[in-house]
């Protein structure tokens, strides 16, 4: 094709400028506008996506990065307000991920340290049973719900454990609790892994009550279990408990041989809250151990009555400790050689304003079972220390020894406490016996030793009560800090029985003074019996025969004159 016929915009550059269609210089300048917009354009571009694709990517990330801040944040605020179950939703391989990571191993940790918690809190550690602490949760369901949920209750106390425990060692005695349980459980037609137990699986107290039997430890030797309404007849399955109970256990090599007594209450006839409930059953129980042992007592009007009229005694007995009331007998203790009076032992006593005088075989019983030992055995300690005091500025130099109880002994600040109290009076601890029992100190012996300790820095003497009762390890026994033995007054008794009630005696004084304490024979009650004593070389005698408990108030003249019993008068 000719050019002409091609149209100008066809024409070449090169000849249309020949042809005179545009100047030279238009041409370049057209050339170099063209070529100065096509740069500008690309660079344009250029710049723009330099700028917006990053940002792009900058936002996506973001985003992104936005979300799985946000669901940590969402599991945080679910794990502060008590939901540990959260999931930690995250993945990334990038710090959040790997806070989540740390965020996670957190929450495991936080769980299983709750779970060990709950199980401290609500789970017996020898037999893995529920505790007392959920027994109580229970009943507060049950009674809770609107009108009660019928429930029936049996609590359960072990014949014979003790001697068990005394003779063979607590971890013999230990392997026969969790023996127990399981033989309970199979009196109950229940396996020890199929109870109920009331529990999460965070070992959290459940909110609703109980469908089905729970059985529970609630302390040494007792257990209790729970019927709710329509599950097994109670009266029947605690004579099965009885029956499989009377079989002899199989316990490391040994054969042992024990019982139980079974107190049952029903709710809401026997009793209308928790506490009573329990108590009442209690009370059934030991109706069951003191006729003969090895039955079921269920509760009656009469054990109704005796429960409320207890339940008096002990409300009068927590007002008579927080007013004062609570005062001190004081026997007189006696060296044998001379018999001077160098200690005397304190002894509460209870006068009821309209009851009269109440004996301590019943209010002392009454106060353990309602927790009131500790702040009983404070008042009586304060008040010893006070009379000591008393005694000292009249010019009298002997020492008071006061019992100590399981519950006080085990408490942390027992020996600041006591510390505390001897300051105030300005008493010399060392004019202060402490008196705990063989039992008390074989107990835990780690935890015993370690308190005695204690207690024997700070200057107080030690004192080991019914020595002779228990079968104690005389190895770890002279491993003790105490600084005398008291012969338990059972030794005493069978002091007539020469061919084999002396001999023990013997034994037990050889064995007393052969640890290099002085020994102390209490309730001596007959001329025999002190003779019998002194010939044995007891160091110190304590009993009716000598003297009964008294006021203070005769201390002082019985201390000045007691040279006076070496010829068997008794003072009091």
Known sequence: MSAKGRGLNSIPVRFYLMS??????????????VK?????????????????????????????????????????????????????????????????????????????NIFRMNVLAYADAVTGLPNRAVIFHLLNRLTEKPGGVSTAVLFIDLDGFKRVNDMHGHEVGDNLLRAVSMRIASALDRSIENLS????????????????????????????ALFPAGVGEADVLAANILD??????????????????????????????????????????????????????ATNTALRTQWQDRRDVERDLRQAIENDEITLAYQPRFATTDMTCVAVEALARWDHPTRGAI??????????????????????????????????????????????????????????????????????????????????????FEATQEQMIYLRNAGFRIAIDDFGSGYSNLS??????????????????????????????????????????????????TQEQFEAIKLLGCDEVQGFLLAHPTSPGAIPDLVFHSGDARLGIRHG
């Open 36 to 112: 100065t917009e096509l740069s500008s354009v690309w660079l344009g571009l250029a710049i723009t996506s330099a700028i917006i694709f990053p940002a792009l990517v900058t936002l996506f990330a973001a985003r992104k990065l936005t979300a799985q801040i946000m669901s940590l944040r969402d599991s945080t605020e679910a794990l502060v307000s008590g939901d540990y179950d959260v999931a930690v939703d995250v993945d990334c391989a990038c710090e959040v991920g790997g806070l989540a990571d740390s965020f996670k191993k957190m929450v495991e940790r936080l769980n299983s």
């Open 476 to 525: 770890q026994l002279s491993r003790l800090p105490y600084t005398s033995v008291k012969l338990d007054r059972s030794l005493i008794l069978d002091i007539s029985r020469p061919d084999i009630g002396l001999k023990i005696l013997r034994a037990a004084t050889g064995m007393a003074k052969a640890l290099g304490q002085s020994t102390i024979a209490e309730g001596i009650e």
């Open 359 to 444: 004996s301590p075989g019943v209010f002392v019983p009454i106060a353990e079972q309602a927790g009131l030992v500790p702040l009983l055995g404070a008042a009586v300690f304060e008040r010893a220390v006070r009379q000591c005091r008393t005694w000292q500025d009249q010019g009298l130099s002997i020492s008071v020894s006061v019992n100590v109880s399981t519950a006080e002994f085990a408490a942390p600040d027992l020996v600041s406490r006591l510390v505390s109290v001897v300051k105030r009076y300005d008493v010399e601890p060392s004019s202060i016996e402490l008196e705990i029992t063989e039992t008390m100190a074989m107990g835990d």
């Open 244 to 297: 499989r109970l009377e079989e002899p256990f199989e316990v490391d090599g040994a054969t042992l041989h024990i019982g139980a007594s079974i107190g049952l209450a029903r709710y809401p006839d026997d009793a209308d809250t928790p506490q009573e409930i329990l108590n009442i059953a209690d009370l059934a129980m030991y109706e069951a151990k003191r006729n003969g042992r090895g039955r079921v007592v």
């Open 197 to 224: 137990t009331c529990m999460t699986p965070m070992g959290e107290l459940c909110d609703e009550p109980p469908s089905d039997i729970v059985l529970a430890r609630v302390s040494g030797d007792e257990f209790v």
């Open 20 to 33: 005179g269609g545009m100047s030279g210089l238009a041409v370049t300048g057209l050339m170099l506008g």
